[in-house]
């Protein structure tokens, strides 16, 4: 039988004191048929998170790894460090999630279940059987989906219905056939669509496993109103940038 697959998760972390131990715990504790290992890209968090990190790394030598950034500067940029660092490290399999258990890890092994066939699986609150937080108002709800499964996805022409999301399991070779360090320049929520785009556009296969996502209890939100408007006025530079490319503009 071939070795399991060698999956790095990559964890962005911004003050995540409360979360990050119970999530490293929780993902190394899965029974996958992967070799997981955990790397934190930490922009150097205030309330000591990164400290935190390096003693978790101590603690479980060769299975969990911190990329220490000097500032915030935003989900994309330190997603885009620690794919790369991933990458060079011999991941083939890439998992990006956030460390706020708004994310579960009892749905990785479903995004592994998906993979084969595809491309990249996208964790989905929208796909049918998914679902948000039930404590949300109505109207919120409302808006999600509408911003997700109508908006972006007409926008871009996408049968995807959660472009936003990020809880997504990559193949290596797809995030190096999208040249994602030169190609890849939004932040932010943007950050999340232009991935996907591209990805799509690539002719890439990108299927959605339902998840059902509900709020942090522990920390709090860096995104705010603004963002996400500003993310709805960006999702058209996505498009403008992104619609011409083809198959034939794969890397390598
Ligand atoms: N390294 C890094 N992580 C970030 C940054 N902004 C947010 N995060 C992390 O990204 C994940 C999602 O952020 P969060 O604020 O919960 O966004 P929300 O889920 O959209 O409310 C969490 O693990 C955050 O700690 C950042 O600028 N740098
Ligand atoms: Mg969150």
Same mark, same amino acid.
């Given at each position: 039988?071939?070795?399991?697959? *060698? $999956?790095?998760?990559?964890?962005?972390?911004y003050? +995540?004191?409360?979360?990050l131990?119970?999530m490293? +715990?929780?993902?190394l504790? $899965? /029974?996958?048929? #992967?070799r997981?290992?955990?790397?934190?890209?930490?922009?150097n %968090?205030?309330d000591?998170?990164?400290?935190? #990190?390096?003693?978790?790394a101590?603690r =479980? &030598?060769g299975?969990?790894?911190v990329?220490?950034?000097?500032?915030?500067?935003?989900l994309?940029?330190?997603?885009l !460090?620690?794919?790369?660092? !991933?990458?060079?490290e011999g991941?083939e399999?890439?998992l990006?999630m956030?460390c706020?258990?708004s =994310?579960q &890890?009892r749905?990785v092994?479903a995004?592994?279940?998906?993979?084969?066939?595809?491309?990249m699986?996208?964790?989905?609150?929208?796909a /049918?059987?998914?679902s948000v937080d /039930? =404590?949300w !108002?109505?109207?919120?709800k409302?808006l999600?989906?509408?911003?997700?499964?109508?908006?972006?996805?007409?926008?871009?022409? %996408?049968t995807?219905?959660d472009?936003?999301?990020?809880?997504?399991?990559?193949r290596?070779?797809?995030?190096r056939g999208?040249?994602i360090? *030169? *190609?890849?320049? #939004?932040?932010?929520?943007v950050?999340q669509? +232009?991935?996907?785009?591209?990805?799509?556009?690539l002719?890439?296969v990108?299927?959605e496993? /339902?998840?059902?996502?509900?709020?942090?209890?522990?920390?709090?939100s860096?995104?705010?109103?603004g963002i996400?408007?500003?993310?709805?006025?960006r999702?058209? +530079?996505?498009? *403008?940038?992104?619609r011409?490319?083809?198959?034939g503009?794969?890397?390598?």
């Amino acid at each position: 039988m071939a070795e399991a697959p *060698r $999956l790095t998760v990559v964890l962005p972390t911004y003050n +995540e004191l409360d979360n990050l131990p119970r999530m490293v +715990e929780a993902l190394l504790a $899965l /029974p996958l048929p #992967a070799r997981l290992s955990i790397l934190v890209v930490d922009d150097n %968090s205030p309330d000591g998170t990164g400290r935190l #990190a390096d003693e978790l790394a101590a603690r =479980h &030598p060769g299975r969990v790894g911190v990329l220490h950034r000097t500032g915030k500067e935003g989900l994309g940029k330190a997603y885009l !460090a620690g794919f790369a660092r !991933a990458l060079a490290e011999g991941a083939e399999l890439v998992l990006q999630m956030d460390c706020d258990f708004s =994310h579960q &890890p009892r749905f990785v092994p479903a995004l592994l279940a998906a993979l084969p066939g595809a491309d990249m699986v996208l964790g989905s609150r929208f796909a /049918p059987g998914g679902s948000v937080d /039930p =404590h949300w !108002a109505w109207w919120r709800k409302l808006l999600s989906w509408f911003a997700n499964s109508v908006y972006v996805r007409v926008i871009l022409g %996408s049968t995807l219905r959660d472009m936003t999301g990020g809880f997504r399991l990559w193949r290596a070779a797809t995030l190096r056939g999208m040249d994602i360090q *030169r *190609r890849i320049g #939004a932040n932010g929520y943007v950050f999340q669509v +232009e991935m996907a785009f591209v990805a799509q556009r690539l002719g890439y296969v990108v299927r959605e496993v /339902p998840i059902e996502f509900p709020d942090r209890t522990a920390g709090e939100s860096k995104m705010s109103l603004g963002i996400q408007v500003e993310a709805a006025r960006r999702t058209w +530079e996505v498009r *403008r940038r992104h619609r011409g490319l083809t198959r034939g503009d794969r890397a390598g």
